[in-house]
């Protein structure tokens, strides 16, 4: 179900939380509408969203799916320095991607969304990656809606933050972080699951 998979709302304090969680709940359900689904987006101004009442705090979980490997890589190397293959941490090489996204750790579960966009080898000293891509969500709630990345992203590190800059659609406006933790990464193929955690503060209309 669709609540499950990118899941719970909470809020700044109880009460707070509840009547937003109310607030929010109640306009989507009563305009489906106003998440672009699969409409055209409306080009005509729409009155601004900010105010008390329609503030929420969102919580995203999912697993992203960093396929290097062939026959079907979902990461691609496009461009790399000369200096990139003499450099023990891949400094210099750039990587286009078109990731999965699942619900569960198996590329086989259902898929949410795509994580589309460049990473970058931008370390000298251990793999720190420069993360910058778009989330495209293509199933439940947020089906349409995009969050904007931008973060470091140190990929032999425990526990990686990353922060979200912005968004689209259900969250226009957004602000929020990514927290990211290797599932499994395979030493042989290259390819590697991530888990995600990502909590993003937003709009809705009310
Ligand atoms: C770097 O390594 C790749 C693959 O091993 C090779 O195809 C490429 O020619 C090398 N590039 C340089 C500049 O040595
Ligand atoms: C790594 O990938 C190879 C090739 O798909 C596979 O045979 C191997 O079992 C994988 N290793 C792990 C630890 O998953």
């Given at each position: 179900?669709?609540?499950?998979?990118?899941?719970?709302?909470?809020?700044?304090?109880?009460?707070?939380?509840?009547?937003?969680?109310?607030?929010?709940?109640?306009?989507?359900?009563?305009?489906?509408?106003?998440?672009?689904?699969?409409?055209?987006?409306?080009?005509?101004?729409?009155p601004p969203i900010i105010g008390f009442g329609n503030e929420k705090v969102t919580h995203l979980h999912f697993y992203f799916h960093d396929i290097v490997s062939c026959p079907k890589p979902t990461a691609i190397q496009v461009a790399r320095a000369d200096s990139t293959n003499k450099s023990a941490t891949g400094f210099g090489a750039i990587v286009m991607i078109d990731d999965p996204l699942t619900e569960g750790p198996e590329v086989s579960s259902k898929l949410i969304g795509r994580a589309q966009g460049i990473y970058a080898l931008a370390a000298q000293e251990e793999v720190g990656l420069l993360m910058t891509l778009n989330y495209v969500f293509v199933e439940g709630k947020y089906k349409g809606s995009t969050l904007s990345v931008l973060g470091r992203n140190a990929v032999f590190s425990g526990v990686r933050e990353m922060a979200i800059v912005g968004g689209g659609g259900a969250f226009r406006l957004a602000r929020g972080y990514a927290l990211a933790k290797t599932h499994t990464f395979n030493s042989s193929t290259g390819d590697a699951v991530v888990e995600y955690n990502v909590v993003v503060l937003h709009y809705c209309r009310t």
């Open positions: 179900m669709a609540s499950s998979l990118l899941s719970k709302t909470s809020c700044l304090s109880p009460l707070t939380l509840l009547i937003l969680h109310f607030f929010c709940s109640s306009a989507l359900a009563q305009k489906p509408g106003h998440l672009p689904r699969n409409e055209p987006l409306k080009f005509d101004f729409e």
